[in-house]
């Protein structure tokens, strides 16, 4: 007879090595495959280990709720900060995702939730998009960075999470358009950002609020339609990518689809109202065919100075006929008039003439190189909005100088020197965040935060080397 201090706990092979015998000295039932004993035991096994937990906890601080604040990780049982180098929409949607607060709003300006203390524990994150967390993104690694707290991260996510399943839908309806109380429609649709009111980012109004177009599946059909329902005329572009600038608040319509005859853009397939999978670094655009830029009629040297305007053919510009309307004098137009030099028109004064010599101004988007050897490297500046200004190196890479170099008819981009290598401008910082994939055909077609939104100054201008050509 066996002690019971010697019984052994468990299933054991017998004597023999044929079988197994259980605890009790009772051999296994034949039928059982000794394998199936393994994986008996291999809840209990598991059972002792601890879980870890998949990814460092975060937390947004200093915010009126809990997914608008500071940017703070947990690491080796510290919070501590993220570094806003390389920092964009699309770093911050993975935040946003991973804490169950819908999708980031524009990056808000520097210190918006104050500086936080502490370690600072992430630089130059670098996020797909696709990300499930934050630690999944690239950066420099734990601890590593070259920052202060002035630059730490901030967050803001809109907290809007759809409850109507992804499927695609059509989002008109037999009912009428609801008439809102400042005239206009249900499904109305603007254009903004644009140089007039036929081109621009698209926005539409869905429950009384403006809302931005994911561009997945935006197209010239979709843009016709848009241009269309505005009294625009053709559609020219469809612009994707943010081209005119980062939206805010809901995205609204998603993986839009239309046929091009449609008369509103709510009448499209698409996903559904705020169904969607996108940051506003995906706004969809448009450029149409009407309103476009009047022309600049050349007058003799003799002409006064106010012989010099803008002089238009009114059979170029396209409007919905005399008398033809959907507005109220709340919506009355003006303009805004410059003299000779602002326009780019230089006066020249000779004894008691006065001549005049058009120099051409500059388009917007326009690029040029400053302070380099040759006009294929320098630093990098671009003409918007009537002015001059400079590029911040958050992001920038040689990527993104071979566009800028192809675009100036130069070489092959050699380097893309940021902190101002060429020496600081002045003026306005006028982009930040540039992310290039590397076959666009101009700088302003790459990715970027909205014009006024940056956390630089002129000792971060970026630079260009290009081969010359």
């Not at 939730?113 to 690239?138: H, K, M, Y």
């Not at 500046?381 to 001059?388: A, I, P, S, T």
């Amino acid at each position: 007879m066996r002690k019971e201090a010697e019984m052994l706990i468990g299933p054991q092979p017998d004597e023999k090595g044929w079988g197994w015998r259980l605890g009790d000295g009772s051999a296994a039932p034949p039928f059982l495959p000794q394998a199936l004993f393994f994986f008996l035991l291999l809840p209990l096994a598991s059972a002792l280990q601890p879980t870890p937990l998949p990814f460092p906890e975060l937390r947004l601080v200093g915010g009126p709720s809990r997914c608008r604040g500071r940017l703070e990780v947990m690491h080796g049982g510290s919070w501590g900060s993220v570094c806003d180098d390389d920092w964009d929409v699309v770093d911050a949607n993975v935040v946003c995702r991973q804490l169950g607060c819908g999708l980031a709003l524009p990056v808000p300006r520097p210190l918006a939730f104050g500086q936080g203390r502490g370690p600072i524990l992430l630089d130059n994150v670098e996020c797909r998009g696709q990300e499930a967390a934050l630690s999944e993104c690239g950066s420099r690694g734990w601890g590593v960075h070259n920052c202060f707290h002035y630059e730490d991260v901030a967050v803001l996510c809109d907290e809007f999470l759809p409850t109507q399943p992804p499927t695609r839908k059509m989002l008109t309806s037999r009912a009428p358009p609801t008439t809102l109380p400042n005239g206009k429609s249900e499904g109305s649709v603007r254009l903004v950002g644009g140089a007039n009111l036929c081109q621009g980012r698209v926005e539409i109004l869905h429950n009384g609020l403006w809302g931005t177009v994911c561009d997945d599946d935006w197209g010239l059909p979709d843009a016709a339609v848009v241009c269309r329902q505005l009294g625009c005329g053709t559609a020219m572009a469809a612009t994707t990518n943010a081209f005119f600038g980062y939206g805010t608040g809901h995205i609204l319509l998603d993986n839009v689809h239309c046929e091009g005859g449609e008369p509103r853009l709510a009448a499209c397939q698409s996903l559904g109202w705020g169904v969607h999978n996108c940051g506003h670094h995906e706004d969809a655009g448009a450029l149409c065919a009407g309103l476009g830029p009047p022309t600049l009629t050349a007058l003799p040297s003799s002409a006064t100075r106010e012989d010099w305007a803008w002089h238009t053919d009114p059979s170029d510009c396209f409007h919905l006929g005399w008398g033809q309307h959907n507005c109220g004098h709340h919506e009355d137009a003006g303009a805004l008039c410059a003299g000779p030099e602002e326009l780019g028109l230089q006066v020249q004064q000779d004894g008691s003439e006065t001549t005049r010599v058009s120099t051409p101004r500059p388009r917007d988007g326009h690029l040029r190189l400053v302070n380099g050897a040759h006009r294929c490297e320098g630093r990098v500046e671009l003409y918007l909005g009537q002015r001059w200004g400079t590029v911040c190196d958050d992001a920038w890479d040689l990527r993104a100088a071979g566009v800028l170099c192809r675009q100036l008819g130069c070489g092959q981009a050699l380097a893309a020197p940021g902190e101002a290598h060429f020496g600081p401008g002045r003026g306005p910082i006028l982009l930040d965040n540039v992310k290039c994939r590397g076959e666009e055909s101009a700088l302003l077609l790459c990715s970027h935060i909205r014009w006024d939104a940056h956390n630089c100054d002129h000792s971060e201008d970026a630079s260009v080397l290009c081969q010359p050509s």
